[in-house]
Structures are given as structure tokens and as C-alpha cells.
């Protein structure tokens, strides 16, 4: 057997443990398998799952934010957030910046990690300002454009990871046009600026240093975060509950 095999082997072991079928979206095992060869539903006499699902931590009934945070949102991706959101802090950035630092990768966090931005941005935009979703948009695009007259050098970090040769997609490099000469491009810069130094594993920082700010500025719905009508909350509850069969 493949590498690949044997781990469809054992997730298929894994799945058989429990009560109800998981059919897996096409999107999270793209790349993996070819997509154009459709998941099917194995003939087990079982139900599918159409609720929680009992392998992930329990949300509450009306999450909020921060319970995305506890219980979707990856650790050390959380304490990336955090270490940025209090380097804003420091460097005097204005509260609701703050917030779109503390928030700038959640998509990275818990849900899609190609284009986090556009999809953060779009996760966020019915609670929170409409600066800080168009920053932590655009926060995508001009990470790859260094403007030193404000201290922003080009990471040395992509060099690593993309390659010294690496150039950004036409699409990013046309919405950083068009970000560099809007009335709010520094507020996406300053996502940048201050996510350039928040990889630091021995600086800790408890999320319970952001409840204020995220009550300030974050509209939580009375209904729950997934639970509302809001034109995101489909998205919110494909993390609550991302194995529902339909
Ligand atoms: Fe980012
Ligand atoms: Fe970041």
C-alpha cells in the first residue's frame, strides 16, 4: 500500500468506530485525491452525520467568538494572533486595528488557509467595522510589497518558504495596487507590520487580555456565531460542524 492508502486505510478504521457515516467535503481531501472522482457514501447501513460531530471538542449552544478561539482555532495559530494583537497594542495601534490583528489568520486558524484573507475578511465582515475586514483583506496582498518608508521590509521568512524567485499571483498584485492608494491602506499595513515580529514561542499572552477589546468591537450575534441570519454564518457553521453530510 501507498502512504496515501494506508492513511485512507486507517481514517477508514477510524470512521468505522463511529455511530454515523462521514462523508468528507471534496474541498478537504483535494490534492490528496484527484476531486473529479466523486466521494461516495460506503454502503455500512449507518447514517450519515448530520450534526457534531463527537470526534471534536463540543461547542456551546450560542458560541461566541472566543469560543471559535477555544475550540476550533489551531494553538499555535491562536498564539500568533495574540502576540500580534499585543504588539499593536504596544506600538499604540487604534483599538479596532488591534482587534484586526488579534483576528488577521483566523482563516488560517480554522478554516481555509489559500487566500486567508479574502476569507477572514469575508467571515467577519457582518460584526465588525468595515475598515478592519477591508484591512485584514488586504493584509493578504500586501505582505508580499515591502514599504520601508514605514518599516515594512519584505519577510525574509517567504524566502524560506516560497523560494527566493518567488512572485505573487496577478490578483494579489492588482489588489495591492489598488490597497496602496485607498484612504485605509495603512490600516492593513499595520496588520503587516506588526505580524512581521509575533512568531515568539517563549512570550505568552492569555486571550482573556482581549475580551475587552473584542466586546467593544466585535458584534456578537444574541443567536450564536453560525446560529444567526447573517450573510457569513453558513461559514461559521461549516467550522461548528464540518463533517455534516448535507
Ligand atoms: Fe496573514
Ligand atoms: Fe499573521
Not at 463540543?58 to 502576540?83: A, C, V
Not at 499604540?92 to 484573507?117: M, N, P, Q, S, T
Not at 508580499?144 to 518608508?149: A, I, K, L, V, W
Not at 467593544?216 to 455534516?244: C, N, V, Y
Amino acid at each position: 500500500m501507498s502512504m496515501l492508502e494506508r492513511a485512507e486505510a486507517a481514517e477508514r478504521a477510524m470512521i468505522e468506530e463511529l455511530d454515523r457515516t462521514v462523508v468528507k467535503s471534496a474541498i478537504y481531501v483535494s490534492g490528496d485525491r484527484d476531486p473529479r472522482v466523486s466521494l461516495t457514501r460506503p454502503d455500512n447501513g449507518k447514517l450519515v452525520m448530520m450534526g457534531p460531530d463527537p470526534r471534536l471538542s463540543p461547542m456551546p449552544e450560542r458560541p461566541t467568538l472566543l469560543d471559535f478561539f477555544e475550540h476550533r482555532f489551531g494553538r499555535g495559530n491562536i498564539n500568533h494572533l495574540m502576540q500580534s494583537a499585543r504588539l499593536a497594542q504596544k506600538n499604540g495601534v487604534a483599538e479596532k486595528l488591534v482587534l484586526a490583528c488579534l483576528l488577521h489568520d483566523i482563516a488560517i486558524a480554522g478554516f481555509i488557509r489559500g487566500d486567508h484573507g479574502y476569507w477572514a475578511a469575508q467571515l467577519l465582515e457582518p460584526y465588525v467595522d468595515e475598515e478592519v475586514a477591508w484591512a485584514i483583506r488586504y493584509h493578504q496582498a500586501l505582505r508580499f510589497f515591502p514599504d520601508e518608508s514605514v518599516g515594512y521590509s519584505y519577510p525574509q521568512m517567504y524566502v524560506k518558504l516560497f523560494g527566493a524567485d518567488y512572485q505573487p499571483d496577478e490578483y494579489i498584485r492588482r489588489d495591492y495596487e489598488y490597497a496602496r492608494n485607498h484612504k485605509w491602506y495603512m490600516s492593513a499595513r499595520l496588520i503587516c507590520i506588526n505580524d512581521l515580529y509575533a512568531f515568539d514561542p517563549t512570550v505568552q499572552v492569555q486571550l482573556e487580555e482581549f475580551t475587552d477589546v473584542v466586546g467593544r468591537h466585535f458584534r456578537q450575534p444574541k443567536e450564536g456565531l453560525g446560529w444567526d441570519s447573517g450573510p457569513s454564518a453558513h461559514m461559521w457553521r461549516t467550522m461548528i460542524m464540518p463533517t455534516k453530510y448535507l
